[in-house]
C-alpha cells in the first residue's frame, strides 16, 4: 500500500498478558518512530529506527517496552506484563531518510491497545 | 527542547479563511516550525513547515514572524473536513523527535 500500515487496528487484551503491535512503513523509508497517544493529549515520542538499529530510544517508559527492525521495514513494538496504563493509541510514523528538521513524517492510523 | 503555546480551541465559518496562531518565543535558529493535523479517529497527518521564510502548498500557508517567536498556519478556505486538531511543533536540526503538545481544536461550523 502507499502508506504507513498498523495491525491490529484494535486490540484488548487481559491484564499481565504480552502483546505485539506491527508496522508497515512506507516503503524504502529508511526511519521509523513509535508514538503513543493517551486520550485527549498530543502523541508522545517512544523509540526511533534508522535502518535496523534502534538510534534513540529515549521515550521507552520502562523495560516491559521493546522494538525491533530486523531488516529494516516492519516493526514490532512488543510490550510485557502489559498494565492498564499501558492502554492508549500506538501510532507508527516513517520518513524517507530522517526528519533532522526539514522533512516529514508519515503516520499510520494508530493502535488501539486497550488493558482490562 | 523550546516550547510552542496553541490556543485550545478555535471555531470557524466553512469556506472562510482561518488563522491558527503558535508562539514559540524560545526558538532557536536551527528549530524548523512544523505544524501537523490529526483528522478524528486519524493519525496526525503533514500540513507545513517553514524556517524563515514564509511558505505555501496545496494545504496551507505558513506565515513566520520576523523575530520568529511566532508564526500563524493559514488555511484559506476551511472546509467541514478541515475540522481536526491542529499541533505547532519545533523540530531542531538534526533531531528526529516531534514533540506534539495538546494543540488546537478546530471546529468549522457550516
Known amino acids: 500500500g502507499a502508506g504507513v500500515s498498523q495491525t491490529p487496528s484494535n486490540k484488548v487484551t487481559e491484564k499481565g498478558k504480552y502483546v505485539e503491535l506491527r508496522c508497515d512503513p512506507i516503503?524504502?523509508?529508511?526511519?521509523l518512530y513509535w508514538y503513543r497517544q493517551s486520550l485527549g493529549q498530543g502523541p508522545e515520542f517512544l523509540i526511533y529506527?534508522?535502518?535496523?538499529?534502534?538510534?534513540?530510544d529515549s521515550g521507552l517508559p520502562n523495560d516491559r517496552f521493546f522494538a525491533v527492525r530486523p531488516e529494516g521495514s516492519v516493526s514490532t513494538l512488543k510490550i510485557q506484563r502489559t498494565e492498564r496504563g499501558d492502554s492508549a493509541v500506538y501510532l507508527c510514523?516513517?520518513?524517507?531518510?530522517?526528519?533532522?528538521?526539514?522533512?516529514?513524517?508519515?503516520f499510520g492510523q494508530g493502535t488501539r491497545l486497550t488493558v482490562v | 527542547d523550546a516550547k510552542t503555546t496553541q490556543p485550545n480551541s478555535m471555531e470557524s465559518n466553512e469556506e472562510e479563511p482561518v488563522h491558527l496562531p503558535c508562539n514559540h518565543s524560545t526558538i532557536s535558529g536551527t528549530d524548523y516550525i512544523h505544524w501537523y493535523r490529526q483528522l478524528p479517529s486519524q493519525g496526525p497527518e503533514y500540513v507545513i513547515h517553514?524556517?524563515?521564510s514564509n511558505v505555501n502548498n496545496r494545504m496551507a500557508s505558513l506565515a513566520i514572524a520576523e523575530d520568529r517567536k511566532s508564526s500563524t498556519l493559514i488555511l484559506h478556505r476551511a472546509t467541514l473536513r478541515d475540522a481536526a486538531v491542529y499541533y505547532c511543533i519545533l523540530q531542531p536540526f538534526g533531531n528526529e523527535k516531534l514533540t506534539f503538545g495538546t494543540g488546537t481544536r478546530l471546529t468549522i461550523i457550516p
Open positions: 517553514g524556517l524563515t
Open positions: 529506527f534508522q535502518g535496523t538499529g534502534a538510534a534513540d
Open positions: 510514523a516513517s520518513s524517507l531518510v530522517g526528519l533532522s528538521g526539514n522533512t516529514e513524517a508519515f
Open positions: 516503503s524504502g523509508h529508511t526511519a
